[in-house]
């Protein structure tokens, strides 16, 4: 039996037991990991309220770091002793150990500490893909980035700079601006205190960004189409706030032949091979010093509960991770 983190019911921080389970041995395409840190992410909310329902009972939390203990039929990529780190569509991260598809597992580096890998790869890749693959993105180029204090947020920030290019990030307090600014944003604003669609036509000379990538959703929706420029693009990749509430196509039209995407990290490294090729994008730009993965906060597993409510009431910056 080992430890972990299971939900019964959706609902607040409450739900979250932390209990005993049995982890069997691994299947065809499967590995054992003996895990030593696991990732908090704004999508472990979404799974314990219910927004992103899961068959219950259910271990959820989707990112982790440790050490192969077993390995299953037709794994090649990784042996047993393997130090590795992962964020998978597979939930059950909250665990001591655990059986998982190895497609989306990767070596970690030696030069990374489980918990900068625990830290890096969902945030991480999330941010490798918005930037790569969702936006078509030069250097000079500018994009508005909201909540961009956050795990995921301070990441972008150091990728926009080490990408030439000028972000202009949004967060809630003024610390958490100056940490933005600080991680590489070129232009902050504090939308808590400041109307942010008159401070960014403010900022672009009254043009709007071509780019607006937001993970807050509901309460910023209408704001962030607002900053585009014609024939813009709105990623939205969350929903912190609540979810964007249903929108019609003539909107796009009327808003200026927008363009509007939901990605999730999922889709992009579905492919086999896809989340290694991305990962290796990843730690290349982390072990070259263009980005700096800061484990803001370390907590045992046990206080998942105020871990998640100090996400949920936006106490946190950076990254926070359990330790096992
Ligand atoms: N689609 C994907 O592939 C993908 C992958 C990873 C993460 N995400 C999304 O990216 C976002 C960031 O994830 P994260 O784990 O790094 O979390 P995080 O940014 O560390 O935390 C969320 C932040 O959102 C902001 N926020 C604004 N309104 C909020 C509200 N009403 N309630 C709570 N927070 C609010 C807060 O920053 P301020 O106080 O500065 O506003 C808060 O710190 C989440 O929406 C997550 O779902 C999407």
Redesign the pocket.
């Known amino acids: 039996m080992v430890k972990a983190v299971r939900i019964s019911a959706f609902g607040g921080p409450e739900v979250l037991e932390y209990v005993d389970v049995e982890v069997g041995a691994p299947g065809p395409g499967e590995i054992r990991i003996r895990q030593h840190a696991v990732g ?4 472990d ?2 799974q314990r309220t219910g927004l992103y329902k899961l068959p219950l009972p259910a271990v959820i939390g989707l990112e982790g770091a440790g050490i192969v203990t077993a390995v299953g039929e037709g794994v090649t990529h990784l042996a047993e002793g393997d130090r590795v780190a992962y964020a998978a569509v597979t939930p059950g991260a909250y665990a001591e150990e655990r059986v998982m598809p190895a497609a989306q597992v990767v070596v970690l580096p030696e030069e990374l500490s489980f918990e900068q890998g625990a830290a890096m790869m ?2 991480g890749l ?1 941010v490798q ?2 930037f790569r693959s969702t936006a078509s993105l030069a250097p000079g180029d500018t994009l508005l980035f ?8 301070l990441i972008a920030c150091q990728w926009a700079r080490a990408m030439g290019l000028r972000m202009i990030a ?4 003024d610390e ?1 601006c100056a940490l933005a600014k600080a991680h590489g944003a070129a232009e902050v604003i504090n ?2 205190t400041t109307d942010f669609v008159s401070a960014v036509k403010d900022l672009t000379g009254g043009r709007g960004v071509p780019v607006v990538m937001d ?6 929706w209408e704001g962030s189409t607002a900053c585009l420029n014609p024939r813009g693009l709105m990623i939205s ?6 979810p964007v509430p249903p929108i019609t196509v003539a909107e796009l039209a009327a808003k200026g032949s927008l363009y509007v995407t ?5 889709t ?1 490294i579905a492919e086999p091979g896809s989340a290694q090729e991305r990962a290796a994008d990843l730690f290349d730009m982390v072990l070259t010093g263009k980005v700096k993965i800061d484990v803001a906060r370390t907590r045992p597993l046990a206080e998942v509960a105020e871990a998640h409510r100090d ?9 926070t991770v359990f330790t096992l």
């Open positions: 908090l992410n704004f999508i909310v979404y969902l945030q999330t893909y918005l909201h909540a961009a204090a956050g795990g995921v947020g949004t967060a809630g307090t958490k939308y808590s993970s807050v959703g509901a309460s910023t990749f969350g929903s912190a706030s609540g939901r990605p999730t990290l999922f992009y996400l949920e009431a936006r106490r946190t910056t950076g990254t």
